[in-house]
């Protein structure tokens, strides 16, 4: 998964247009339930485990995108990088 598909994901969720890699979810409006959904659909579309908890501790795309690189992501082995 790369960062601009996490990007994406984000603003699918939050119901913008586009989002930047720096930009924090909960600056932007998520809360919670939000960060719940996404989640879910990184689970089930994407096949990435990863918990309400390490979304709030690493809420912008490029972070979470950083945090996934360096672990297992329960076990799915994700390759994150970003697109030219």
Same mark, same amino acid.
């Given at each position: 998964m790369t #960062?601009? $598909?996490?990007? %994406?994901?984000? %603003?699918? #969720?939050? =119901?913008?247009? /586009? #989002?930047?890699?720096?930009?924090n979810f909960f600056d932007l409006g =998520?809360?919670?339930?939000?960060? %719940? $959904?996404l989640v879910e659909v990184l689970a089930r579309e994407n =096949? @990435?485990? @990863?918990?309400?908890d390490e979304v709030m501790a690493h809420p912008a795309p490029k972070a979470l995108a950083g945090h996934l690189d360096t672990t297992d992501a329960g076990g799915v082995g994700? $390759?994150?990088? /970003?697109?030219?």
């Open positions: #960062i601009d $598909q996490l990007c %994406a994901l984000f %603003a699918r #969720i939050l =119901g913008l247009d /586009e #989002i930047l890699p720096a930009d =998520g809360h919670s339930l939000l960060a %719940a $959904q =096949g @990435v485990a @990863v918990t309400v994700v $390759q994150v990088s /970003e697109v030219p």
